[in-house]
């Protein structure tokens, strides 16, 4: 059974780990809040996914330190952050990116999505990611003819700004239930398993840009 544990700042994310321990009894779930028992440096994590809930004051190499398989994944939980220290984490390249805001049914997926071996990044997050990649990689982007309907473009331009298919949806003057369609069939045509791929090859391939 694969070994969850997360590095908690809040009673919350301790109430959270307990919920999805008990919804899901193929990981083996556990939280340590490092407020009430104090930085985790001296202690050995024996885990295969460590999910780290970001704060001021924590301190990533000290935790990291105390890892004592190098296979061991490693996300990070992000609430408050600036946008450049937001770059700097992508930049390190972990195996998971986080919202603090996520519902229990999107940890449990991105939870699943890393072990099956893919890098996971919330939607949320991702402007930021692929606007610091366009800033580096600055060309002119172009749309290939065939692969995607006008409508799929304008949608899919959507997910890269970080909208939810009900902003979409809205903005587009389409029904939600048009737009998750249309998700579903951009999601198909691009092979990519969720919005957060679809959004990221779009500007690997310069495809899209953001403003």
């Known amino acids: 059974m694969k070994k969850v544990t997360v590095i908690s700042r809040s009673e919350m994310m301790d109430n959270i780990c307990r919920i999805l321990s008990e919804s899901i009894n193929y990981y083996n779930i556990e939280s340590y809040n490092i407020l009430k028992h104090g930085q985790i440096s001296k202690q050995t994590l024996d885990t295969d996914l460590v999910i780290i809930e970001l704060g001021r004051d924590t301190n990533l190499e000290e935790i990291l330190s105390g890892l004592s398989n190098s296979k061991t994944l490693i996300a990070l939980l992000i609430k408050k952050i600036t946008v450049e220290d937001l770059k700097k984490l992508f930049q390190m390249g972990f195996d998971g990116y986080f919202h603090g805001r996520m519902e229990l049914i999107e ?42 309907s006008e409508q799929e473009w304008k949608i899919l331009e959507g997910i890269t700004n970080g909208k939810k298919n009900s902003e979409i949806a809205q903005e587009l003057y389409l029904s939600s239930y048009t737009v998750n369609n249309h998700v579903s069939a951009i999601l198909r045509k691009l092979n990519v398993a969720d919005r957060t791929s679809a959004a990221l090859k779009a500007v690997k391939h310069n495809w899209l840009t953001i403003p």
């Open 107 to 148: 940890i449990k997926l991105a939870i699943e999505s890393i072990f099956e071996g893919g890098q996971y990044v919330h939607p949320q997050l991702c402007p930021v990611l692929m606007s610091d990649y366009i800033h580096k990689n600055s060309v002119k982007e172009q749309k290939p003819t065939g692969i995607l």
